[in-house]
């Protein structure tokens, strides 16, 4: 099984910062990749991260290159998603998703039968 669980969420001003974490210590299936994907409403749920464990490859979504950044804990199989200099379109529900493959699309939602139940991210102007 695989449990993932989304914490860090909340409000912040535009150009703050805010971190989310994604725990998947509870699952018993070997994980290969952690993801972050975001969805607001009335929009289709996109791509931020990707992460593959234990050997560093990282994938960015364009508008998240420079400000954001994915970090793992392998022993706390846990993953981040460290957030800088928000925007208010970063406004969203974020989730993490993992997979026990490597896809070939990591930032692909399709791509992952896992994910967590998601976290707030709120930026005002």
């Known amino acids: 099984q695989v449990h993932l669980v989304e914490s860090g969420g909340g409000s912040v001003e535009a150009g703050g910062s805010l971190r989310v974490s994604c725990d998947g210590s509870?699952?018993?299936?070997?994980?290969?990749?952690m993801a972050w994907f975001r969805q607001a409403p009335g929009n289709e749920r996109e791509g931020v991260a990707a992460?593959?464990?234990?050997?560093?490859?990282?994938y960015y979504n364009n508008f998240a290159r420079g400000r954001f950044t994915i970090s793992q804990d392998v022993a706390k199989k846990t993953t981040y998603l460290q957030m800088n200099d928000l925007k208010p379109e970063d406004t969203a529900m974020y989730y993490c998703?993992?997979?026990?493959?490597?896809?070939?699309?990591?930032?692909?939602?399709?791509?992952?039968?896992?994910w967590g139940q998601g976290t707030q991210v709120t930026v005002s102007s």
């Open positions: 509870a699952s018993t299936y070997g994980l290969r990749i």
């Open positions: 992460m593959i464990i234990g050997e560093g490859y990282t």
């Open positions: 998703a993992a997979e026990v493959y490597s896809p070939p699309q990591p930032l692909l939602s399709q791509t992952y039968r896992y």
